[in-house]
């Protein structure tokens, strides 16, 4: 990569590079850049496109109702309430 490619990159990741800098990372973006050109040479015309390697499932429980606590025993140990339900403070004037 040239210097003003690697300047261009730069102001995408809103980097600033000093000129040593630029040389460096050019260098490296360069490795970079081979290594994918010697990844597009596999074939992969046989591999199912995937978001993800492993295959996910929904790891969630079913939802069931089920009896809860009463109102007076949640509130119980509220700092300050009326009624059953909590009281805080006003955060809008």
Known sequence: ???EQVGYVATLARLAL??????KFGGQLSEIFSYIEKLDELDTSAV???SHVLPLSNVFRADAVKPSLPAEKIIENAPDR????????NIIE
């Open 48 to 50: 199912e496109p995937t």
């Open 82 to 89: 009326e009624d059953t339900f909590f009281k805080v403070p």
């Open 18 to 23: 000093s000129p040593e800098e630029t040389v």
């Open 1 to 3: 990569m040239d210097k």
